[in-house]
């Protein structure tokens, strides 16, 4: 048995509204207990603690090492929990993972007093550490790493290599207060069609089936930016749904990833492998729009993948249109069109399959014009989109955009003002930030009028999830759907640029 006595926190983003199971501290949290660690587990989370609670926690409860991660969004509060543990222990070893530390080592470790911070795939690397801390060894030779030496300076170690993720323990979940976590997921997964069940009745599940994106816009960072795109076998993945369908009654999986699928041939596979299995369970997914909207690729092939998807129980995909103009897609790097997104948009609404798609607004060459067209064509396919405002990211084109032309000057003071995609933190438009928001809006409420969604002017771009508006007859051509829409609403972190739809994933912990 290890001897140091850990701690590890589950963050809070945003309060008040649904709670996912966090994938990608369970994946940590899991192979660390397999090195033969135990800890304890503060999550902020699911009771959604203050800070009077967290500081008091910390300062009653003395650890060796406390371990936690979020994305970058979240910086200020990381810097004030971090200078929180060390001012009353100032002793105890801290390790941050994930993007709010991961993406930008060298502002955090400047800024921030935590001891190491992971970069990418947090498994081996965490343990690795944790093993050091229990021999009081060098860190220099542990990859996927940085951290500061004995003179203070920063150190970034050798790039970890990425694992096979099928080798990786089956993630579990007894950790957490499962109990609390499926009555507070209640409305977050994706509408089961053609199901008398309600919405609430039934247990959503994530399953993390891939790591990482085939591509890298500008606008976009996840974890495994460095690492080739991965994805697990359909066996290995039907294990883990099997193992949540006995253990917990689970009967709809959120396939909890940047990107599920990268081929037609990958959801064959899996779909192949579902109907085959015998398993019953709905599943919510995340695409590129040229998977299924690429017309280079044979239109009844799509067509057929698109059934079989429907039939091994896919209810919604999330994917991005981000915007309609061309020259905008370009600097985004999409190396998509934006008649890819029209097409399979036909495609999934022709099969039965709920869209739930984002725009990004705010690229130095928007227009109002542009702004106008993104929109249009959102509504004329029916769709009212997640708005979010362009967020330079540390680690992507775009931050590096915003540095090299002045937009950011102070990093650390940049991060600590940051706050979610639906707020204008940063501007780097030729209008002001009253034209840039009045003209989304205006676009907003068009579509909102024309969709007949009833939403209100505070609530067109922070919408709250569509529980209080859904499109969603109009996507399936007012096919058979019985479901509580009060119920329907997107996930509450949905706070960073990558999607995958459960209703739509953020960028937390691991993954």
Known sequence: MKKNKLLFINPC???GSYKILPMGLACVMTFVREQGYEFDLLDIDIHEHDDNYVENYIRNNKYDVILYGTIVTHYKWVKWLTKTIKQYHPDTKIIVGNSVAGSCHEVFLKNVPADVVVIGEGEYSCA???DAFECNASLSEIA???????SGNIIKTSRRRACKIDDLPMVQWDFFELDQYFVKAQGAGSLTFGEREKEHSKISMPVSTARGCINKCTFCHYVFWD????????????DEVKRNIDLYGATYINFWDDLSF?????VENMTNAILSSGLKFHWSAAIRTDLLGNPERDYERRLKVAHKMKEAGCTAVGFSLESSDPAILKMMEKHVKPEFFVEQIKILK???????VSIVVGYPIETPESIQATFDLCMNNDIYPSIGYLLPLPYTGMYKYAREHGFISDEDKYLTSITERQDICLNMTKMSDEEVTREIKKCADKANKALQLGLEENSLIKTGGYKRHTNIGKQLNDAEVIVDLKEMSRHENDVSFNYSAATFKMDRGEI
């Open 262 to 266: 990268a081929s037609l041939s990958q």
């Open 13 to 15: 983003l945003r309060r």
């Open 128 to 130: 690795a550490v944790l």
């Open 144 to 150: 996927g790493i940085a951290y500061r030496d004995k």
């Open 350 to 356: 022709k099969v039965g399959i709920t869209c739930n």
């Open 227 to 238: 690492d080739p795109y991965r994805f697990r076998s359909p066996d290995n993945i039907l």
